[in-house]
């Protein structure tokens, strides 16, 4: 039986490694002052900065390569595999966003994610590095995907550590917070916003991939469906914040969904993950059989 390939799950896992190394950069130079919820400096804020990027949202991506790199391994895999899913799901309770300083704690989500990493270079060994065939939705995933990197700009400078030049974005323009502090309207660093577009990004890549086990390929799609909602709506809620609130346009936000919760927003992140599973179906339903892995 052929196995699925694991390209985009290695084009996933060179966009964070790439932003991870972002991180480790603009965090060992910048002054914490300029930066959001740090207060380390030197290269030891920056790889802080970096293992905490690992445990949130990286870990939550290792989640979704994992479902994909056990589909082209032995059944043994699992032995592995299921402790790194389990290292993931601590990720609420170890990372708080009103302190990014690395903590002790950090280091399990972290080392659930090198296995994940480990789990993708093994698949892609076994099964090889190809990309899944042409889907019907690929000229709407290229349009998504071109969109969430042009709004996204302004959050890619401020990861490596300068502001967008001009005036399409806001960026360097001072604003006061809510304690009362001077801030740049898009701090230096990393933002969620960022982390909600790369989600979508990620997801819409791993939505190409099909798994022939029909139950693993149903937590996948399911899974790439709330990854795909919950990065867009934080993605907007920190876009709209940034550069529609703080230009004075409007007063009214959209309200924070980095957590889970019983609230307006979290309806809507599960309806909308709804929809992108059953826009997923249907593709799926759509596409010949010749796009499984067959015997």
């Not at 914490?32 to 949130?56: A, I, K, T």
């Not at 060994?125 to 190809?130: K, Q, Y």
């Not at 000229?139 to 969109?147: G, H, S, W």
């Not at 919760?261 to 593709?283: H, K, M, Q, T």
Request: aromatic fraction near 8%; glycine fraction near 8%; charge should be neutral.
């Amino acid at each position: 039986m052929r196995r699925p390939g694991q390209g985009e799950a290695l084009t996933v896992w060179a966009l964070w490694g790439a932003m991870a190394l972002a991180a480790l950069a603009t965090y060992s130079w910048v002054d914490p002052s300029d930066l959001y919820n740090v207060s380390r400096q030197g290269l030891g804020g920056g790889l802080g900065r970096s293992v905490v990027l690992l445990n949130f949202p990286i870990a939550l991506v290792a989640v979704a390569t994992t479902l994909v790199s056990v589909a082209a391994l032995p059944r043994g895999a699992w032995l592995a595999a299921a402790p790194a899913i389990a290292c993931a799901a601590l990720v609420p309770f170890v990372v708080d966003e009103d302190d990014l300083d690395v903590r002790a704690a950090n280091a399990i989500p972290a080392l659930g994610v090198l296995v994940a990493l480990v789990l993708t270079i093994l698949a892609a060994r076994r099964a090889g590095t190809s990309f899944a065939p042409r889907r019907r939705g690929d000229p709407a995933r290229l349009l998504v995907a071109a969109v969430v990197v042009l709004l996204s700009l302004p959050w890619i400078t401020a990861a490596l550590g300068f502001h967008f030049p001009g005036d399409v974005f806001m960026g360097e323009e001072l604003r006061r917070e809510d304690d009362g502090t001077l801030l740049a309207a898009v701090h230096l660093g990393h933002h969620h916003g960022l982390d909600g577009a790369l989600l979508v990004l990620t997801a819409l890549l791993l939505s190409r991939v099909r798994l022939r086990e029909r139950w693993l390929h149903l937590v996948l799609t399911g899974y790439v469906g709330l990854m795909l909602a919950y990065g867009a709506v934080n993605m907007a809620q920190d876009f709209w914040l940034e550069q529609i609130v703080k230009r004075g346009w409007t007063d009214a936000e959209i309200p924070p969904a980095l957590l889970p919760g019983f609230r307006p927003i979290w309806v809507v992140i599960l309806a909308l993950a709804a929809l992108s599973a059953i826009v997923l179906a249907r593709e799926e339903r759509a596409e010949p059989a010749a796009s499984y892995s067959t015997p």
